[in-house]
Structures are given as C-alpha cells and as structure tokens.
C-alpha cells in the first residue's frame, strides 16, 4: 500500500494509518509454507500512542492453489465518529522457488476511490491494475511483490540475518515502489500480548521526515508485535500485538 497514505488530508487519515501500519504486521513460522513461514490468525490494536483509532486482524491462511494473506481494520472509539466500515488487503499467493508471489492483490475501504486490484501475469510477465482511473498494465519484473506481502518476503530476509533489504513492489496506488529496510538491533518489548525479546527493523526513507519502526518477535515465529510510525521525531500511529493464533503463538 503507498506509504504516503497516512497522511492524505481528511476523514482518511485514520484508516489510511491503520491500513498502512497493518500492511506491516507480519509473521513467520514453518509447516508448508515457504521458510520460515506459516500460517497465523493476529489481533492488534492501532493507537496514537494514547488514543485508540482502531483495531486489525491479519491472517495467513490455505487457499486453493496457494495461500490467502489479508488483514481488516475498522476504526473504534473517537475514530469511529469520522470514518466507518472496513478496510481490507488481501493477496492470493503462489509458491515459487522458496518464496511467496502474487497472483492477485485487492485493497478496499470505504472510500471507494482509494479501491485497487492488481492481477499478476506471470508468464506473460504483466501486471494488470484496475483502479478508479481505469485499467492499465505495468512490465511485471521478476521478483516484483504488492506493496502489503511484501512483509512476508521481509521477514524471510530478517530471519536469515540480512541486515539490509530491497523489495520491488506494485503498491495499492498500482505505482511501483522499492522497498528497504535494515535491522537496527535486539531490544525488550512489552504489549498487550507479552514481553518479547525483539530484533528491531527500520524503513529507510532517505531525504524523508517519517521513521518507521517494526519489532519482530523470534520467539513467537517473527510475529511482528509493535509498529511504530512517526513524523518528527513525533508518534502518529502505533500498532500493538493483542492476541495470537496458531503455530505462532505455539513456538518456543
């Protein structure tokens, strides 16, 4: 999804942070799917540190041919009052050579403008994207993801130990954008969930005024139990681990 989302102007921006913190919240484990992924049932609540905006569900499941990823957030207390109904991400996956690719990524919420499918056309190498401007088709290059599994192929990364991380991706505005992100060390995190010992993972964004911060937890097969966005040096949107199913929540 385009990381510029949080910040569009209006009743948006509550969603637009929730939908783009989601996108983030990620997890790995093992059992038939691509290493060290596996399948996973995540609740997180979506905070501006003090407030609560909303709260996310983000599964991982069998689907026919592959595996269903996709997440819904709807907006809670005082958010509530300036934006209804759900937003939702979902990408259809494919195995290939010891990974995870897109055959088809959709992203809806309430403003139906904001809708995207994009179709992934591997053998004629093409992505089709219907948005509200139309329909249009990109070169589809090899190892190009949407902008919201592209997490999963993250954590893939993290786990092996790279330190440093390039991702291309179709994002949810169907423009093409390039992922990095760096480990930035270990630290102890403490959410609703638990205390976790973490491997801390940064968004780099050169010559930008936002930080994106994530917290993987090993022990829980990467869970991503915190996201952190700021603006500033300021807190604009956070998201915490607040119940976990499956293998995940099983591993030691």
Known sequence: MSTDAPYRPGNRFLLATCLWLLSLATMAGGNALPTPLSTFHAEYRVTNGSIQLGTTAISLQPDTGGWHYRSITEASGLASL?????????????????????????????????????????????????????????????????????????IQHVARGDQDVRIATIDDDGERETLVFRQAGRESISVPFGTFDT????????????????????ELDWVAVRIDQRKNGDLTGRLELTGLKGEAAQSD
């Open 82 to 154: 300036f934006v209804s109904g759900q937003a939702i991400e979902s990408t259809r996956l494919e195995a290939h050579n010891g990974r995870l690719r897109p055959t088809v990524y959709d992203h809806s919420d309430p403003d139906k403008e904001d809708n995207v499918r994009v179709d992934f056309d591997w053998a004629a190498r093409a992505a089709t994207v219907r948005d509200a401007d139309g329909v249009r088709t990109l070169n589809l290059k090899k190892d190009t993801l949407d902008g919201f599994s592209a997490t999963l192929a993250m």
């Open 199 to 218: 491997v801390r993972v940064e968004r780099v964004r050169r010559g930008k005024k936002r930080e994106t911060i994530t917290w993987l937890a090993p």
